[in-house]
């Protein structure tokens, strides 16, 4: 049965290193619709049009882009030690005990690592902004982050067993997690790495995500998969692969479910022979996407980054 996580709220942000950070305030205000809401000397925060603080942190280090942690909402102070507790058991690292965060946004977080590296920081009483209204070609929020797994099962009973996510639907190729309504928040692919597979951007409805596809290929990014309509979660999509090799998507219609909902398997999820989505208009995804869903990687925990 799948359910709501009693510890994590939502998910909030992703934290990445980039190596120009000036070339990537410039796509990600003026071509991806977010807004710069803080800076440092060598750090980018966007929001998006709803309350989060910020939607995306971008450090500035030399080198490939890498993924430095995936932030995501407690629901109390106390859920911050419970998880603690919980990743040492689940096998995981405790990397920063519960502490005030010094970063833009604030709140109280504890940082914890899976068994493969890959960073989540859990945060409470982080700051809220108020909603900007009439924006409809800027992101809301965060829909999900995928992940690529060596080992799927082992990472999906590592978010289970310490984070408390369950299940929502199983395919052929992917895990799909699930802390609140939202059909997932948290995504695990199937594969033979740990890179950052996507992050995906909910936009106010679906002509938003089309008026998105039009902008990204007016400025030289075309779409890599879509416009199409997924069976899990059954979200409105285009994929994009933006500077730095990393995999965005703009997505709307998100699946809202609760406890009532059965996890489907592989065999619940097939296509026709030439389709890889709902409607079947889309080609499959491209050469260019698959090549970047491998290319971002977490970085080396130790070097400073959370």
Known sequence: MTHASALVAALRSVALTVPDLALAEDFFTRTWQLQVVARTTDALYFRGAGEDHHLLALHEAPGPASILHVTLRAHSVAALTQAMHSTEAAGGRVLSAPAPVTAPGGGQAVVLADPDGRVFQLVYGDERLHPIDDAPDMPVRLAHVVLNSGHVEDTRQFLEEALDFSLSDRTRIMAFMRCNSDHHSV???????????????????????????????????PIEWGPGRHGPGDNAFNYFVGPFDIVIEYTAEVEQIDDRYQPGQPSDWTWPPGRVDQWGISQ???????????AVLFAPIGNGHV
């Open 187 to 221: 995504a695990l692919g199937d594969t033979d790495n740990h890179a950052l597979n996507h992050i995906a951007f909910l936009m106010p409805d679906l002509d938003a995500v089309m008026r998105g596809g039009g902008r990204m290929r007016d400025a030289g990014f």
């Open 284 to 294: 499959p995804p491209s050469a260019r996407l698959k090549e970047a869903q491998r």
